[in-house]
């Protein structure tokens, strides 16, 4: 509850996105997975095809193409001595005479394989030139002619045994067919089976995934009204407090209305306010870290860091910069004006306490630090206060220390005619090239103004700015940073 009394927005917040997640998470409907398993029954397909003739066969037997009715025969035939399909033309010509019982399939089969195609191809059939029957009648002057036209009639037999082989066919076919028919109404009937089971599991799941998400939802409203109420509560303890501020400044001699003790109550009373408003307009823990996670790099390659030396954070808020330092195993410790700040930083289990930056770095031995980072903290200071604190960094600091200050770039005008303003905390902007001004002033070196990430590759040039159009006084990003090193003591001599 005490996460939630910092930051209620983002408590609730987070409370919708588990719920979504949660939801997300509920596994696809076994029914769905049923239906889609159903939609792929294959009843195998009960059409009559020449798959047994494929194009790459070269020897066949009259025999194979017997039992066939006359349209499947053609189909057959063309397929097995052309090696394609039949044709219109070849169609038309041959159905009729087939059907009526001019020609047989065996003579069919003889005229495609002495075709040209037939000649090209070369296939072979066992037993068909023994079995023209007609063929040496046609060579009879006479009798050949009677025969022809009787032919028909003296086929009867052999078109009887055809039509008793294709009726056998047929029976076997349509065995198959039930039998084929069968098995798939079984595999449907199975399916049927398990999907409606699955449809009774999916509804119980979508039950007991409802009673969740009613559950998560008055958790929800339980923590929302807590919420409510802590607000008001603070609220009034801090309308309580102001008021025993003003009941003490009143009770004591006009000269003494501003001691410190009163002071430093007032300003503590607004400590947990401006926690509320970082929250509000800074933004969350994590994105604070990923935003500042581009200077581990340089910051980690600095000799003094790399040789174990201590980084100190002016102003280190919630620790996002100090909690990076420690994962990478640099020494770090943080300072903040705010109580409620570095009490929160503490409780994350790293080293920050409370007061004044620049008061702490005077304090402090000579050449002590390896570096001092400050981020949204500089714009917050008068001139003054901002010259000593680049003086008291560069007493602190040891040879080839380093100075790192983030700060909204008014560069970009977003930032510097609006969301600069935000904070009634904050004294000015302050252009990169002014703080680059104070930097080499105070006597540090190699200063560097980082826009953007690459800026954070110290052998490489600035990437700077120089605006052509007015847009691209919108394109600059919101923050920048100034890095100033102090010198080695060579260079120093």
């Known amino acids: 509850m005490s996460e939630a009394l910092a930051d209620p927005q983002r408590d609730i917040d987070a409370i919708l996105a588990s719920i979504r997640a949660e939801l997300g998470t509920i596994a696809p409907s076994p029914a769905q997975a049923d239906r889609r398993a159903l939609s792929v029954v294959r009843v195998e397909s009960l059409h009559e095809g020449d798959e047994s003739f494929p194009s790459e066969r070269r020897q066949f037997a009259l025999a194979e193409f017997e039992g066939m009715d006359e349209l499947a025969f053609l189909h057959a035939a063309y397929r097995a001595v052309l090696g394609r399909d039949i044709d219109e033309s070849g169609l038309s010509h041959y159905l009729p005479v087939l059907r009526e019982g001019h020609t047989g399939p065996a003579d069919i089969l003889r005229s495609l394989r002495a075709s040209p195609e037939g000649q090209a191809r070369g296939v072979e059939i066992a037993d068909l030139d023994g079995r023209s029957r007609f063929g040496w009648a046609k060579r009879l002057p006479v009798v050949g002619g009677i025969l022809f036209r009787l032919k028909p009639y003296l086929a009867l037999p052999h078109g009887q045994r055809r039509l008793q082989k294709r009726i056998a066919s047929s029976d076997r076919r349509q065995r198959e067919v039930v039998t084929a028919v069968n098995a798939s109404l079984s595999s449907v009937r199975r399916s049927l089976q398990k999907l409606e089971q699955r449809v009774i599991e999916a509804e119980q799941a979508a039950d007991q995934a409802h009673a969740l998400a009613q559950e998560v939802i008055d958790s929800r409203d339980n923590a929302l009204s807590e919420l409510t109420s802590a607000r008001r509560q ?31 109550a007032e300003d503590a009373s607004l400590d947990s306010l401006y926690i509320a408003f970082e929250n509000r307009f800074r933004g969350s823990t994590e994105l604070i870290s990923q935003r500042l996670r581009r200077y581990l790099g340089l910051t980690c390659e600095t000799p ?39 009490a929160e930083a503490r409780g994350r289990g790293l080293d920050a306490q409370e007061g004044d930056a620049i008061a702490y770095l005077r304090g402090l031995e000579e050449g002590s630090l390896a570096a001092v980072t400050g981020f949204h903290i500089v714009e917050h200071l008068a001139f003054q206060d901002l010259v000593a604190l680049f003086d008291a960094a560069y007493a602190a600091l040891a040879p080839e220390g380093f100075v790192l200050f983030e700060t909204p770039n008014p560069e970009n ?36 103004i980082i826009r953007r990430d690459e800026d954070c590759q110290l052998d490489q040039p600035e990437s700077g700015f120089a605006p052509v159009e007015l847009n691209d ?21």
Not at 235 to 264: C, G, N
Not at 309 to 336: H, K, M, P, Q, S
Not at 486 to 493: Q, Y
């Open 473 to 493: 006084w919108f394109r600059q990003p919101a923050d920048y940073a100034v890095y100033a090193r102090k010198p080695r003591l060579d260079a120093a001599s």
């Open 413 to 448: 005008l977003v930032v510097g005619a609006c969301t600069f303003h935000y904070d009634p905390t904050h004294n000015k902007p302050l252009p990169p090239d002014f703080l680059r001004f104070i930097a080499e002033t105070r006597g540090f070196s190699d200063v560097r």
């Open 234 to 264: 603070l609220m009034e303890q801090q309308r309580q407090l102001t008021a025993f501020i003003d009941q003490a400044r009143s009770a004591l001699p006009e000269a003494a209305t501003q001691t410190p003790a009163l002071q430093a």
């Open 304 to 342: 003094p860091v790399a040789a174990g030396g201590t980084v100190l954070d002016i102003g280190c808020g919630r620790g996002e910069w100090l909690a990076l330092l420690r994962d990478a195993n640099v020494a770090a410790r943080g300072i903040d004006l705010n109580g409620a700040m570095a």
